[in-house]
């Protein structure tokens, strides 16, 4: 199974869920019913949610996906409280619009900070994946 968030390009949404600042978890479901998931699995002693939204989400419905990327980093000028924090932003486009979503993961430097991503596959995809492997 693809990881990889660019596997989204071409694909059509249909629902956006979550997508707020503060979110742990995004769900993005496309016209054919897979899911696909942006979250960050919780260990103890770290926080990793939604920062930031630039854009309008309705840009990213009805109609196909252009782009489709992750784009991380650490901050040398991030003021937090924390001890270790990664800045992870998504961004996608159609011809509508342009969204950019922007994680902060902020823990003692322990603990992952990543943001996880992934797909779902809808009964019919999963049917058709088979058939053609």
């Given at each position: 199974?693809?990881?990889?968030?660019?596997?989204?390009i071409?694909?059509?949404?249909?629902?956006?869920?979550?997508?707020?600042?503060?979110?742990?978890?995004?769900?993005?479901?496309?016209?054919?019913?897979?899911?696909?998931?942006?979250y960050?699995?919780?260990?103890?002693?770290?926080?990793?949610?939604?920062?930031?939204v630039?854009?309008?989400?309705?840009?990213?419905?009805?109609?196909?996906l252009?782009m489709?990327?992750e784009?991380?980093?650490?901050?040398?000028?991030?003021?937090?409280?924390?001890?270790?924090?990664?800045?992870t932003?998504?961004?996608?486009?159609?011809?509508?619009?342009?969204?950019?979503i922007?994680?902060l993961?902020?823990?003692?430097?322990?603990y992952?900070?990543?943001?996880?991503?992934?797909?779902?596959?809808?009964?019919?995809?999963?049917?058709i994946?088979?058939?053609?492997?």
């Open positions: 199974m693809n990881n990889d968030i660019s596997i989204m071409g694909r059509t949404l249909v629902e956006i869920k979550k997508m707020c600042v503060g979110s742990d978890q995004i769900e993005f479901i496309d016209s054919g019913g897979s899911k696909y998931i942006l960050h699995d919780q260990s103890c002693c770290e926080i990793v949610c939604v920062e930031d630039t854009g309008d989400p309705k840009d990213l419905i009805g109609v196909p252009l489709s990327e784009v991380g980093g650490n901050s040398a000028n991030y003021s937090g409280c924390s001890d270790s924090h990664t800045w932003f998504y961004k996608f486009a159609t011809v509508k619009g342009y969204v950019t922007r994680w993961g902020e823990s003692n430097g322990y992952s900070e990543s943001v996880n991503f992934r797909m779902e596959l809808s009964e019919n995809e999963k049917m994946k088979d058939i053609i492997e």
